[in-house]
């Protein structure tokens, strides 16, 4: 799955926008073909506190106290530029210690916003990313999953307490634990007993989609013999296997694909009109490529090939990675 935030052009608008859109940039940037481990490589300090240099303030000081004067649109734009300059100068530190070959930073701080690229969209572009530039955005997905279920619940599709069995192919099995069944919530919130991946999986070769192995078809054969640790709702473990299954349930309760319900339900009315599950011939371009811990580049989605004429169909992936 990939983000990209609704913000446009490198100074974003004094129009209010929802935070938490900010920290789905900073993260899915930041993690952008590395291990989300790099987060801890920040500055001691945040931004918020950190203004000009010693000298440059000194040299700064009569110009600042004029505009602060002024006040109105003045202060507007001291304001802009005081977070323009904290932000570019912890951008630069974040970009430099996670060695990733680019990021994008976005900052909202009261009515004040900044979009800022540092590095290339990938290894020897030479094209700085930008308010436009299209990152994976990993396990933040998880976040959306959980939206589109409230949505979901809020409306009376589903129910939080409905069982995962209510919603598996015919045919299929969901083990229990004493009788107790995983529910939806319970794949939501980790605590489905389930692991974090679905066993003896390959690895994907280098370049190639790092999910496109992992298949609904497999999950729900795999489930049908598997035996849970534990009573559902009774323990937590992470679980990348638990909120594939939970797409798969929600899009058999709405009727529709999960991309389609993702679109419905988070993307479209939050304005999100890049975020998708897959990129579009459209948005190809704008996408940035990250690093492997070989250092290799890890390309934002691989090309589906072309069904050889009369070959059957493949298994479908599972609506969330």
């Not at 009774?234 to 679109?263: D, Q, T, V």
Request: proline share 8%; with cysteine; charged share 20%.
């Amino acid at each position: 799955m990939v983000f990209q935030h609704p913000y446009r052009g490198e100074q974003a608008g004094r129009d209010s926008r929802p935070s938490h859109e900010v920290t789905l940039l900073v993260r899915s940037a930041f993690c952008a073909g590395h291990k989300c481990s790099s987060m801890a490589k920040q500055p001691a300090t945040d931004f918020p506190d950190q203004r000009v240099p010693m000298a440059p303030r000194a040299n700064s000081l009569t110009a600042l106290l004029a505009i602060l004067l002024i006040g109105g649109p003045a202060t507007a734009r001291a304001d802009d530029l005081v977070l323009k300059d904290a932000a570019s100068m912890s951008g630069a530190v974040m970009w430099l210690s996670s060695g990733a070959p680019g990021l994008v930073l976005a900052v909202v701080r009261g009515d004040d916003s900044v979009v800022l690229g540092f590095g290339e969209t990938r290894p020897g572009s030479k094209v700085e990313p930008d308010g436009r530039s299209i990152l994976r955005m990993g396990s933040i997905a998880k976040v959306m999953a959980g939206h589109v279920l409230a949505s979901m619940a809020a409306d009376g599709t589903v129910k939080l307490v409905h069982p995962l069995a209510k919603y598996a192919p015919a045919g299929a099995t969901v083990p229990t634990y004493a009788g107790r069944e995983i529910t939806l919530l319970d794949l939501a919130t980790y605590t489905a007993g389930l692991p974090r991946e679905l066993p003896d999986v390959p690895d994907a070769k280098p370049g190639e989609n790092p999910f496109a192995h992992f298949q609904a078809d497999a999950y729900w054969r795999w489930l049908a013999q598997a035996t849970l640790p534990y009573a559902p709702g009774s323990g937590a473990m992470y679980s990348n296997l638990g909120f594939g299954l939970l797409g798969e349930a929600l899009a058999k309760a709405g009727g529709k694909s999960y991309a389609a319900l993702l679109g419905e339900r988070v993307a479209s009315p939050l304005g999100m009109l890049d975020t998708a599950t897959k990129l579009s011939p459209a948005q190809t371009p704008r996408a940035m490529t990250g690093l492997d811990l070989d250092g290799k580049e890890v390309a934002p989605r691989r090309r589906r090939r072309r069904r050889r004429r009369g070959a059957p169909d493949r298994p479908r992936p599972l609506s969330l990675a």
